[in-house]
């Protein structure tokens, strides 16, 4: 009893003196059972580290990779799902201030206006994902503000990575507002439009990770503008 004792305790200080990309590969890995297991290590590991440390990991990990968990596993899976995106918040992680402003102004939540402030930080910061966001969810609350939705649009079809960033931010975006509408968010289904020509919806190009002709700017426009469409 003793030597497996003093066993576990040997694992338990080599995992906290681990390098941050095994550990983050190790959570990723615990992600196979549910969210419970990912939290719950994380903790375990984050009790023993310096802020510093802690915030490294949270920069370093694609929480957006995450966003797919919120929808699914058992109650314990979800609330421990929001309690590592408010811990991921805290600490700055764009990915997670995205969620967390998201669901905000998808639930009615706060001020629109503060919400949508932050929004704007992130994607003038050039957070590709709140790019996109911002400029859907302005569609969705202010249709009017043509001028804020071109300049986003501009934005996002001139990034230099535009072609290798759209369909997977498409696909995080989706999962993003999957995680939202499991809250019981009560809103009415809206319709979402496609392109006038050819008539090509978010869900087949993103989920095939082509059909949309991305050479027709409709079809290009489309999916981004309706990526947070609650339909």
Not at 191 to 208: D, F, K, Q, R, T
Request: glycine share 10%.
């Amino acid at each position: 009893m003793a030597h497996t004792l003093s066993k576990l305790g040997g694992l338990k200080n080599n995992v906290e003196c681990l390098p941050i990309d095994m550990i983050i590969t190790i959570m990723q890995l615990l992600l196979g059972s549910g969210f419970e297991g990912f939290f719950n290590f994380f903790i375990a590991w984050a009790r023993s580290q310096r802020p510093c440390a802690i915030g490294s990991l949270i920069a370093e990990f694609p929480v957006c990779a995450l966003y797919k968990f919120g929808a699914v596993g058992s109650v314990t899976d979800k609330l421990c799902f929001a309690r590592f995106f408010r811990i991921a918040e805290r600490l700055g992680n764009a990915d997670a201030i995205l969620y967390a402003r998201c669901k905000a102004i998808l639930r009615g939540e706060g001020s629109a206006e503060v919400h949508f402030t932050v929004l704007n930080g992130l994607a003038n910061e050039g957070h590709f994902l709140s790019m996109i966001g911002n400029i859907s969810l302005h569609n969705r609350y202010y249709p009017d503000a043509y001028g804020e939705i071109l300049r986003g649009l501009s934005a996002v079809f001139n990034h230099p990575y535009y072609n290798n960033f759209i369909v997977p931010a498409l696909t995080d975006l989706r999962s993003l507002k999957t995680a939202i509408s499991a809250i019981e968010i009560g809103h009415e289904a809206e319709s979402v439009s496609g392109c006038p020509i050819h008539l090509i919806g978010l869900e087949s190009g993103v989920n095939a990770g082509h059909g949309i002709r991305w050479g027709c700017l409709m079809c290009s426009i489309s999916p981004i503008v309706n990526a947070l469409c609650m339909s």
